[in-house]
């Protein structure tokens, strides 16, 4: 098991070469089994889509700006650099991305430090596809964020790769991230389950070749064509089973 957000910076050609190779094969009808199952953090673990929602209106309020439900959508899944660069650009920051990630990852741990709300039925879900399966955490939020909800809720010792977008050059709706999960479980993508919640995860998932759960943001929930996308959706992951997975190949 892992302790630690593993910062995966580059994928090789050889391996992307592979994963061509192997879409062919899937493109032509070859089932392959699930063997390997990678969540997202953020709306699929824990509950913080809305700290993020409020604390970036309160940032940009606190400079006279306005921060939009539009806005937040597009940086769902992105990585740092990514989130902070619109966050710049939008609000028409004079400061440095590094600032603009700093006070936000700072309001963010705050807020999980006082009230880190776990989804219904997540921890449970983790353990239940770890007890068949090698299972992986993909998440676009920052690593000091990831490390200290792992901490708490004790899954550092239940995945066994924990992905951090910091460590990525594209975020969600690139599936970098995802393709890097695969790589650190040693399992072919096409044979990984993904389980998303926001319209940039779901795209990445499938841009990455996986089979996908979509769990829909209730605050931000991806337009239906784009859950048409995911091979199933559930409400929450109280509905998450070994013979959920199986029924998906």
């Not at 990525?168 to 993904?194: F, R, W």
């Amino acid at each position: 098991m892992v302790s630690e957000v593993y910062k995966l910076h580059y994928l090789d050609l050889a391996w992307l070469g592979k994963l061509g190779i192997i879409h062919c094969a899937a493109e032509k009808g070859t089932v392959m089994p699930i063997a390997a199952v990678i969540f997202d953090m953020d709306g699929v673990i824990i509950e913080s889509e809305g700290y993020w929602w409020d604390e970036r209106q309160a940032l940009a309020a606190h400079y006279g700006r306005i921060w939009t439900a539009d806005d937040q959508r597009q940086t769902m899944g992105t990585s740092t650099h990514e989130w902070s660069a619109l966050m710049c650009d939008r609000l028409g920051l004079d400061m440095s991305l590094d600032r603009i990630a700093d006070m936000m990852i700072q309001r963010i741990s705050d807020r999980l430090a006082a009230h880190l709300t776990l989804l219904p039925g997540a921890v449970e879900a983790v353990k239940t596809a770890a007890s068949a399966y090698p299972v992986a955490l993909a998440s676009g939020s920052p690593a000091p964020i990831i490390t200290e909800v792992m901490r708490l809720t004790g899954l550092d010792q239940v995945f066994g790769a924990i992905i951090s977008g910091d460590g990525m050059k594209h975020g969600k709706p690139d599936p970098e991230i995802y393709l890097t999960a695969a790589k650190a479980l040693g399992v072919d993508p096409v044979n990984c389950l993904g389980i998303e919640d926001s319209t940039n995860g779901i795209r990445a998932l499938k841009a990455a070749g996986m089979v996908a759960i979509a769990i829909p943001s209730k605050d931000f929930p991806p337009p239906d064509d784009v859950l048409a996308l995911a091979n199933t959706r559930l409400a929450s992951l109280t509905d998450f089973s070994l013979d959920l997975i199986k029924s998906l190949r």
